[in-house]
């Protein structure tokens, strides 16, 4: 399997940095970008997309270099974050057009009859694009994307806007995809990641903070995340005076997860005990130190 | 691959307003008919209303590709940048002079007279050619069909209104009330050829350059 490589990739719009000297090895499987708004997630999906050029750097894949974008884009899917393309027309037939731009000359309408299946819009194939739901024009995004079989398919925000058992389909259709290809997403939500992606990147402020797995990559926050009980008294002054991250109320009882260099003190009705940090609290921790 | 258009697509995508322009037809048609043969009134109702519509598909062509959300997604296809530009809005200004031609054989054959096929084409057609590169141009440059309509209405009432005085460098039309022989048409008809290409040949580089995505 090829990888896709990334080797101090920049961007710069005039004196604005928003990319710095970003170096990645992705391999087959889903990987996710995970960073703030205006961390640079956006711009290094436009770059991979060849929407745009990056200022220096090299991306490859294989025997494909990215300074002949006409040639990369026969292999990418692409879903920006926001899509919703020609409202006046069928499922089908929006997807049939679309296959004709990708250039898919054999077997045309067996393809789109394919993506379709496999984004469960089988029953809305005759349905006009605008009559859809959210999440329903998220899926046929995604198989506009996967049209044509990309060898790598890229994903801007999943599931921006979705309500939750739309976002749990989207996430399962996702890991789908990353059995076959390389799936990027890009997102702030931790949770998409923590839910599809087995390796992650974590972007700020256009830099490339921390890469690798996303237990190790959990790992970061070892030692920092503590878990205490406090009464509903305590509650407030402990959010005041802590670093929270979560919390869950049991009856009267609130459990606190806080983010710490040392224990909490006199924290609430038990003493605090550390737990083991998750990719959502490694992230926060590394946020918190880049400020 | 290589990426293929699909103009009939192209128009269905359009919606509603695909259809606007043949509507313009049979209006006009209509008042040639309730005018018949007063050419003092058929003629400039034609120039000032038929030419500034060969804009219409220019600027809805683009609806979909620069304008609604994920458009960007057009752009990372496999298909040439001037296909999705200059060659849809060329096609649909062939498809708007074969439209003219028609409109035009009908009045002159049933509704007026005097033999206006030739010199109506002549005039219309290149100013029509001068209006599909304003709407393309303002399309590309504003991303919005809105405001590319707003500068659509904006030049015509103007230089309508002022007679052609207000902006005269970028006047093609002739308010002409009867039909001109052709010899005096070249000049005006290559003025509008020539402000028409720039205006073509501007929103084919821009378009070739967009890098601002909804």
New interface residues.
Partial sequence: METLILSGVSKNYGKHIALQNVSLEIEFGMFGLLGPNGAGKTTLM?IL????SASSGEIRFGNLNWNEP?KI??I?G???Q????????KVR?ALQ??A??????SNNDKAVDSVIEKVNLSDQRDKKIGKLSGGMVRRL?IA??IL?DPKIIVVDEPTAGLDPEERIRFRRLLRQLGRETIVIISTHIVEDIEATCDKAAILHKGQLIKSGDIHTLGKIAQGKVWEVSVSEDDFHSMYEKCNVISSHRTDNIYRLRILSEEPPMNAGLFSPSLVTPSLEDAYLYLMNKKG | MKGRLNLIFDWKAMGVNAYIPFIVVLVLISYSKMKQDALTHIIPALELTFPVFAAWWSIFLFQDVVEEPGSETLFSYPIKRWKLGLARVGFFFIIYIILMLIMLFIIDQWLVTEEILLPLAIQLGTQSFFFAGVGFLSMVLFLKSGWALVILVVYTSTQVLTRGTLIPIVNIFIFNQGVLPISDLWGPALFSVLMGTIFWALAHMLFLKIRHFV
């Fill in positions: 436009r997309t060849t929407l745009l006409h884009r026969n990418i692409y879903l920006p926001k899509f919703y393309l020609y409202k006046q027309i037939e057009h679309i004709k731009l990708k250039g898919i000359q995004g506009q994307a044509g």
